[in-house]
T-cell receptor, first 115, second 109 residues
Framework: GAGVSQTPSNKVTEKGKYVELRCDPISGHTALYWYRQSLGQGPEFLIYFQGTGAADDSGLPNDRFFAVRPEGSVSTLKIQRTERGDSAVYLC?????????????FGEGSRLTVL | AQRVTQPEKLLSVFKGAPVELKCNYSYSGSPELFWYVQYSRQRLQLLLRHISRESIKGFTADLNKGETSFHLKKPFAQEEDSAMYYCALSVAQGGKLIFGQGTELSVKP
């Protein structure tokens, strides 16, 4: 596809369960970002990859959150021992290079609901 | 601290009226600012960036370093402008953006 693809689009889980959210960036985009958007708020930065490595993970709220991008393309955001406060839309974005252009291409998001 | 503030959660205007969506930022470095827009049932997308000094869909935004503002303006609003608008600040190489809380613009016929 031409755009950033995220799966699942919706995930309902129970408190304490483990969740994986997947992001497939635009082909050729080396930079990949994860954001979290709670209701009524703007996107909140979580982590940024340049290639396979996490260049900036300062936004991850705690050690229950982890993300990987093993081959420099698809990325997975992993949340352990989910809590109700983790409920949000998780947005993935990619960009062509590391330049400070600010143009991020966003996916449609994965809506996570923790019961 | 790096922060973006959009004081209005909702802005409602009539078609043809001027629009100004406010954005203020806090950043000690040289700011790079952007406006992103999300139309109903669409994904978040870039509207314009200050460095380009461009007008997109009739919208303009001027960076005012003295007032630390980057307000988005359009002289004559259209119904199709109704959307969520987010102001964003780039704080580091690599494109990491800090977003404001967003302003919902509603343009009534």
């Amino acid at each position: 596809g031409a755009g950033v693809s995220q799966t699942p689009s919706n995930k309902v889980t129970e408190k304490g369960k483990y969740v994986e959210l997947r992001c497939d960036p635009i082909s050729g985009h080396t930079a990949l970002y994860w954001y979290r958007q709670s209701l009524g708020q703007g996107p909140e930065f979580l982590i940024y990859f340049q290639g396979t490595g996490a260049a900036d993970d300062s936004g991850l709220p705690n050690d229950r959150f982890f993300a990987v991008r093993p081959e420099g393309s698809v990325s997975t955001l992993k949340i352990q021992r989910t809590e109700r406060g983790d409920s949000a839309v998780y947005l993935c974005a990619s960009s062509l290079n590391t330049g400070n252009t600010g143009e991020l291409f966003f996916g449609e998001g994965s809506r996570l609901t923790v019961l | 601290a790096q922060r973006v503030t959009q004081p209005e959660k909702l802005l409602s205007v009539f078609k043809g009226a001027p629009v100004e969506l406010k954005c203020n930022y806090s950043y000690s470095g040289s700011p790079e600012l952007f406006w992103y827009v999300q139309y109903s049932r669409q994904r978040l997308q870039l509207l314009l960036r200050h460095i380009s000094r461009e007008s997109i869909k009739g919208f303009t935004a001027d960076l005012n370093k003295g007032e630390t503002s980057f307000h988005l303006k359009k002289p004559f609003a259209q119904e199709e402008d109704s959307a969520m608008y987010y102001c964003a600040l780039s704080v580091a190489q690599g494109g990491k953006l800090i977003f404001g809380q967003g302003t919902e613009l509603s343009v009534k016929p």
